[in-house]
């Protein structure tokens, strides 16, 4: 921080916006100056990504606690690794600022308080928001809102009414459902003069500093629906999609991806390995636990990028001194053979190969969607590019009336591919999607949405609505 005068400190110290520049040293971008100094009662942000949403949230509610006394603002989000983001984001902004720090009494990984008697938490929200009653916040920030569960906000409205809380809800869309989204909609279909809630939609190509070259790269490698949710902030329908938004939200559960510290009687595990067929393309290894009444959890993933055979299955062997698979699937559709040769010689009959083969893939893609259906499969919450991938994958009836899986495979869907692998034989033959008439057909990708322009500056006009 430089060096200024008590006059030029309080005027930095009644905006926020001149507090995250000068006293954090970040400029803030337009639309970021704007969310900073809205004192709006609500305020909703739906954000592509990069734009700098965590960094700008973070900025404010460390200047309001920082400035006004006796604050209690909660970071929220649907598990503790999420609220952290922005937390640690804050904790960084204090420990930091030798001016600021000396002004803290307390600061731990999850909690800051300063000596105006204002505290900051980060808290996980729950399924239900069983972590966070009996708090009443003077500002709550909901960080993914559209992966937090409708009954949390529910949960927490009555206390945030209590002493009139500002409440920021940010997310990146997911889906034509929830809250977040009903909010949105509810706001948007309002005239202006008639809103509760300030809305900003920011696409990533907001940030002058996101690369056009970036952008271009994540369209290439997404699919439409992908890109438009990601980064240019879009609700995108989940009608046609073979794994609905809702479907896969249905599965999430809070947990983190770890090695298996104990093995409970009867549990089994498996790994699925989708090998890159390129330099640039992720080789995904997915490892699943299955318990003794059949139902199973993702429970590690890891993507390796620029990855050569020998190195993939080296990291395969790794994998299986560690844990006790009782099948390894690997994709030997081209370059995979070379891996599935290596590691049959070398494991024996854990190792079962699999083609991408049309009816493979009704197998695999069937089951694992029937698996969704009967709530026998939980995915990380967390994981929102394993959850993101799902939308890769449209289905759509032919003019004999089959359901036909299409997929563009120039789309990168790794993830969602070695847990596939896993549900090759689940269930087997007597699972009832296998006559689906999958299409996995090459078509060439194409785009012909307007170039993405770079831009500078932007107007209020143009982010505010």
């Not at 080789?283 to 199973?296: P, Q, S, W, Y």
Request: charged letters at 25%; aromatic letters at 12%.
């Amino acid at each position: 921080m430089e060096t200024v005068s008590n006059e030029e400190l309080v005027t930095i110290l009644k905006s926020p916006s001149l507090f995250m520049w000068k006293m954090l040293g970040i400029k803030p971008l337009s639309y970021q100056v704007q969310i900073l100094e809205d004192d709006s009662r609500n305020i909703l942000i739906v954000g592509g990504r990069q734009i700098g949403k965590s960094l700008t949230l973070a900025a404010k509610a460390t200047w309001r606690a920082f400035v006004k006394p006796n604050e209690d603002i909660l970071i929220l989000a649907r598990n503790l690794r999420q609220a952290k983001i922005i937390f640690d984001h804050i904790y960084r902004y204090v420990s930091s600022n030798s001016f600021i720090a000396q002004h803290t009494t307390k600061k731990t990984i999850s909690e800051v308080r300063f000596d105006n008697g204002s505290v900051i938490r980060c808290l996980p929200s729950g399924r239900a928001g069983e972590g966070i009653r009996g708090f009443s916040a003077t500002m709550v920030i909901f960080d993914e809102a559209a992966f937090i569960p409708e009954e949390v906000f529910v949960a927490l409205n009555p206390s945030l009414a209590v002493r009139g809380a500002q409440v920021v809800y940010s997310s990146t869309p997911y889906g034509k459902r929830g809250f977040f989204y009903q909010a949105y909609e509810d706001q948007k279909s309002r005239i202006a003069s008639n809103r509760t809630f300030s809305i900003y939609e920011i696409p990533s190509r907001m940030n002058p500093y996101m690369k056009v070259e970036v952008l271009e790269m994540e369209k290439r490698l997404k699919t439409a629906a992908q890109y438009a949710q990601e980064y240019e902030a879009q609700f995108v329908d989940e009608a046609g999609m073979f794994f609905p938004y809702s479907l896969v939200y249905s599965c999430i559960a809070d947990y983190d991806y770890a090695f298996p510290k104990k093995i409970e009687e009867g549990d089994k595990f498996l790994l699925g390995v989708d090998v890159g067929y390129t330099g640039d393309d992720e080789t995904a290894l997915c490892v699943i636990r299955e318990n003794k009444m059949g139902d199973r959890r993702v429970q590690y993933i890891e993507a390796i990028s620029k990855t050569t055979i020998p190195q993939i299955t080296g990291r395969v062997l790794d994998l299986f001194k560690a844990i006790p698979f009782s099948r390894i699937y690997i994709d030997k559709t081209g370059v995979g053979a070379g891996a599935y040769d290596l590691l049959k010689e070398g494991i024996g009959s854990t190792v079962v190969g699999v083609e991408f083969s049309e009816h493979n893939r009704d197998r695999m893609y069937g089951n694992l969607k029937l698996a969704l259906e009967q709530k026998t499969l939980e995915l990380n919450s967390s994981d929102t590019k394993m959850i993101y991938q799902f939308s890769s994958y449209m289905a759509k009836y032919d003019i004999t009336g089959k359901l036909r899986l299409t997929k563009d495979l120039t789309i990168h869907d790794d993830l969602v591919d070695a847990l596939a692998l896993t549900f090759i034989d689940k269930g087997g033959f007597k699972v009832g999607v296998l006559d689906q008439g999958m299409d996995f057909s090459y078509t060439k990708f194409s785009d012909n949405r307007p170039h993405v322009v770079d831009r500078r500056w932007f107007g209020i006009d143009e982010v505010r609505q």
